[in-house]
């Protein structure tokens, strides 16, 4: 079936540091990809998505792009800050209903 | 805007007992899902709908039950609390289809003793 591998976290940089985490999926069909992000004691928000190959998503200074050759969606931002701490979860749609199949999201710790 | 209202957020429960987890949209999505969050495991889908009167299970459905009377709710029922059952739980909807973004309630923190 459909699945989500994220890179194993936590992940710790320093405020401006670069930021790479790592997603790759398997799909059958052409599934949408997504970004979410959980800050403490909230519940996930869409940080960006793409919708198909070669398709770039961004906001907040994140990016990922589609790699159907690399089956990848890496999530990249040039300079953290601290209020990036949060938890990022990779996602794809599975099938016309739209259900979402997750990784096991990546804790992103910046210090000051 | 509302968006989707999970209650309770906090809840304790002793093995045995049942309860039910609320979960509302004011969107007007058709489609609804349950999710529960453990260390990890990312999110894993329990049970969804694609609209009133249909719904399905998910990945790990064992142990709760679901029913969609109404586009807007959504509750999710455990019939006999397990220590395993011990999660955050996360409800979603989103307007259905592949391309579409899922909006999340709060959560809600079940502790099962």
């Known amino acids: 079936g459909d699945s989500v591998t994220q890179m194993e976290g936590p992940v710790t940089l320093s405020e401006e540091a670069f930021l790479t985490i790592n997603c790759t999926y398997t799909a059958t069909g052409y599934p949408s990809l997504f970004w979410y992000v959980q800050y403490p004691g909230e519940g996930l928000q869409l940080l960006l998505k793409?919708?198909?190959?070669?398709d770039k998503g961004s906001n907040k200074g994140f990016e990922a792009t589609y790699r159907k050759e690399t089956t990848s969606f890496h999530l990249e931002k040039g300079s953290v800050q601290v209020s990036d701490s949060a938890v990022y979860f990779c996602?794809?749609?599975?099938?016309?209903?739209?259900?979402?199949?997750f990784g096991q999201g990546t804790t992103l710790q910046v210090k000051p | 805007n509302a968006g989707v209202t999970q209650t309770p957020k906090f809840q304790v429960l002793k093995t045995g007992q049942s309860m039910t987890l609320q979960c509302a949209q004011d969107m007007n999505h058709e489609y609804m899902s349950w999710y529960r969050q453990d260390p990890g495991m990312g999110l894993r889908l329990i049970h969804y709908?694609?609209?009133?009167?249909?719904?399905d299970q998910g990945e790990v459905p064992n142990g709760y039950n679901v029913s969609r009377s109404t586009t807007e709710d959504f509750p999710l029922r455990l019939l006999s609390a397990a220590p395993s059952q011990t999660s955050v739980y996360f409800c979603a909807s989103s307007p259905g289809g592949v391309n579409t973004e899922a909006f999340f309630g709060q959560g809600t923190r079940l502790t099962v003793v």
């Open positions: 709908s694609v609209g009133a009167g249909i719904t």
């Open positions: 793409a919708t198909k190959a070669d």
């Open positions: 996602a794809l749609t599975s099938g016309n209903t739209g259900k979402l199949i």
